[in-house]
């Protein structure tokens, strides 16, 4: 559920997945191949105590680069620097995550998931607010992605659990690999998408439990768009997450999904209307991006087999002044 800089003069047309930019490292510091040209550290490397900010800041910067190749803007640069700091914290501890569900050698990945749970346990634990139950031998959080969450957390009143909840859906990439209804999906994005949705509400000071219902269409239209963008490289991964009822009875398939995902997303955009000031042209670009991506995806004829269809930077632009303008 990513948010670097983003805004209408200096958007640009992305052909990269996120996913595939690597970390260097696992949470214990045992190195796992990165890409090729890929030298940035990973944020999951304990720093040592001395100089320890200067390290987590650029084991942050290292994850944070990755926000330039999402769907959606995640910062927008025209937001005030207090919500574009704790947006990127957020967004720090979920491409973490992704990563090590992603990323990290198969072997070692729920135990990775499992050692960033209890340190979002110890976190909770520090500054006096019900968490998972923290892991002993540390009095606070030792990873830099969960380090990086404690002003935030604080500040702006998130609860742990769609910390957790962003965790549990990788912990669930390693186990579940189809998903034969639509229903078992939409479960999964309530997991993997919807908690981000909620975490920026509680950035901006605008939770309600109607504006979360909304919020988390348009988050499960997003994590839709991206599936629907990314078959093929989740194919190769091992994983289909077209549920596999619709691979039966629709001959359109792609083009099916895409409307599916659309309504999703439509749905849930008049939340957008309930806003002002930097909330709304936050949630403005996340709606803008979901829509521009499915566009692409139209676009390419619903081809996502030979390329990934990514959203050109005056269409995401267009849209998230439409969203903005209109309230939806």
């Known amino acids: 559920m990513s948010l670097i800089a983003f805004d209408l003069e200096s958007c640009r047309n992305r052909d990269q997945p996120a996913r595939q930019a690597t970390p260097a490292a696992t949470a214990a510091g045992t190195a796992w191949p990165a890409p090729p040209g890929a030298s940035a550290p990973a944020a999951l490397t304990p720093s040592a105590n001395a100089g320890a900010e200067a390290a987590d800041a650029v084991a942050a910067q290292a994850v944070a680069a990755k926000a330039a190749y999402e769907n959606f803007p995640v910062a927008l640069r025209l937001l005030p620097r207090r919500y574009r700091e704790h947006l990127m914290a957020d ?85 579940v690999t189809r998903y034969r209804t639509f229903d078992d999906l939409a479960d999964y994005c309530r997991l993997s998408a919807n908690p981000v949705g909620r975490i920026v509400l509680h950035v901006f000071g605008c939770f309600s439990a109607a504006r979360a219902e909304q919020s988390d269409l348009i988050c499960t239209g997003l994590q839709l768009a991206e599936h629907w963008q990314d078959v093929a490289e989740d194919l190769r991964a091992g994983r289909i997450y077209l549920p596999l009822e619709d691979l039966a009875v629709h001959g359109e398939l792609m083009a099916f999904e895409v409307g599916r995902a659309r309504s999703l997303i439509d749905a849930g955009a008049p939340l957008v209307g309930t806003l002002r000031g930097a909330a709304r042209a936050a949630v403005a670009g996340y709606v803008a991006g979901g829509r521009a991506a499915l566009a692409a995806i139209a676009a390419a004829d619903h081809d ?7 959203p050109g930077r005056l269409r995401t632009a267009a849209e998230l002044v439409t969203a903005f303008t209109r309230g939806r």
């Open 304 to 310: 996502v087999l030979a390329a990934t269809p990514r």
């Open 91 to 175: 967004y720090v501890f979920a491409r973490t995550a992704d990563d090590i569900g992603d990323q990290a050698p198969a072997a070692e990945r729920l135990r990775l998931l499992a050692e960033l749970k209890a340190d979002v346990g110890r976190l909770y634990a520090t500054i006096g607010e019900p968490g998972p139950a923290p892991a002993g031998g540390a009095e606070g959080p030792t990873l830099p992605a969960v380090r990086g969450l404690a002003r935030t957390v604080t500040e702006c009143a998130i609860p742990s659990q769609p910390f957790v909840d962003l965790i549990r859906a990788n912990q669930q990439d390693q186990v």
